[in-house]
Nanobody
Framework: QVQLVESGGGLVQAGGSLRLSCAASGRTFSNNAMGWFRQAPGKEREFVAVVDWSGDRRYYADSVKGRFTISRDNAKNTVSLQMNSLKPEDTAVYYC????????????????WGQGTQVTVSS
């Protein structure tokens, strides 16, 4: 059974940092693009950051550029999101996803999804 399990969410004050991790099991995703997405209450799920299969190409939403960093470890079948200088508007449930290609993930069309981890940033 293929699973993506996120961890690392929590409550943090504005300006703080969190590191999210996503562990994949059931198959390897070393040939897949992977990414992070988020969904705030009453809003649609949106793209946050995507990395290609090699880890060399990274894409970020404008709202998180310069603050968030995505990385992956294909040997461990994991993808992480380092979030710095957090703002209250970053509050959301964050999801990890794996997809066939970067373009598909950029349009929130992943093939596999985790169940999400809550990130709450207080002002």
């Amino acid at each position: 059974q293929v699973q993506l399990v996120e961890s690392g969410g929590g409550l943090v004050q504005a300006g703080g940092s969190l590191r999210l991790s996503c562990a994949a099991s059931g198959r390897t995703f070393s040939n897949n693009a992977m990414g992070w997405f988020r969904q705030a209450p009453g809003k649609e799920r949106e793209f946050v950051a995507v990395v290609d299969w090699s880890g060399d190409r990274r894409y970020y939403a404008d709202s998180v550029k310069g603050r968030f960093t995505i990385s992956r470890d294909n040997a461990k079948n994991t993808v992480s999101l380092q979030m710095n200088s957090l703002k209250p508007e970053d509050t959301a449930v964050y999801y990890c996803s794996a997809g066939l290609s970067v373009p598909l993930l950029l349009t929130v069309n992943g093939d596999y999804w985790g169940q999400g981890t809550q990130v709450t940033v207080s002002s």
